[in-house]
Structures are given as structure tokens and as C-alpha cells.
């Protein structure tokens, strides 16, 4: 399993960016994807999860600013990150898990300047 995370960058505070997570070796159309960030300093956290069924969840600290979408034709999750904030800064990583085993992808940097 393979998952390819892409699309990070510098943004400034309010701004947007979009990260996408492509999933390969996996049945992905019944796959739960997680999006977790990790900030300095900080313990890895749970940002928001998609279901096989397009059903999501978010962290409070990103509800309503951020979207989690996916395309199970191209394998594809995206993570839409709307009005940015400086306390969004970390890598951000998508992650599956299949019968027990967890999966994690390499992580993309988001970096928002105050």
C-alpha cells in the first residue's frame, strides 16, 4: 500500500490551499481515509476522516474551514483548507488502515504566515 500526499506549501493567513492523497495497492472505494497534522512540537492529531460512503468528521479546531472529499474513480482524497490560520502550520498526512495494518503517507508541509 501507497499513499501519496501532495500539494502543500507557504500560505498566507486567510488563504487556501488544497492537499490530495492518492491511494495505491488498496480496495480504495471501501476505504476510510484519515487526514492527521502534526505541528512542532505537538503529538500527531486527527484532523477529519472520510468513509467509503463520502461521510466525514472534523476536529472542532477545523469545522467549517475545512472539506474532506473523494474521488474513488482516481483513487483520490482531498483535504480543501479554507481560511488558514498561522496555527495550522504542521505535515499533514493521509492514512488507511486494512485489517489491522495502518498505512501512512509521507506528509505534505502547510506552512501559513501570519
Known amino acids: 500500500v501507497q499513499l501519496q500526499a501532495s500539494g502543500g506549501g507557504l500560505v498566507q493567513a486567510g488563504g487556501s490551499l488544497r492537499l490530495s492523497c492518492k491511494a495505491i495497492?488498496?480496495?480504495?472505494?471501501?476505504?476510510?481515509v484519515d487526514w492527521y497534522r502534526e505541528a512542532p512540537g505537538n503529538q500527531r492529531e486527527l484532523v477529519g476522516s472520510?468513509?467509503?460512503?463520502?461521510?466525514?468528521e472534523y476536529a472542532d479546531s477545523v469545522k467549517d474551514r475545512f472539506t474532506i472529499s473523494r474521488d474513488n474513480r482516481v483513487r483520490m482524497t482531498y483535504l480543501q483548507m479554507n481560511s488558514l490560520k498561522p496555527e495550522d502550520t504542521a505535515i499533514y498526512y493521509c492514512?488507511?488502515?486494512?485489517?489491522?495494518?495502518?498505512?501512512w503517507g509521507r506528509g505534505t508541509l502547510v506552512t501559513v504566515s501570519s
Open positions: 492514512r488507511v488502515a486494512r485489517a489491522g495494518v495502518v498505512y
Open positions: 495497492g488498496i480496495n480504495f472505494s471501501i476505504t476510510t
Open positions: 472520510i468513509t467509503s460512503g463520502g461521510r466525514t
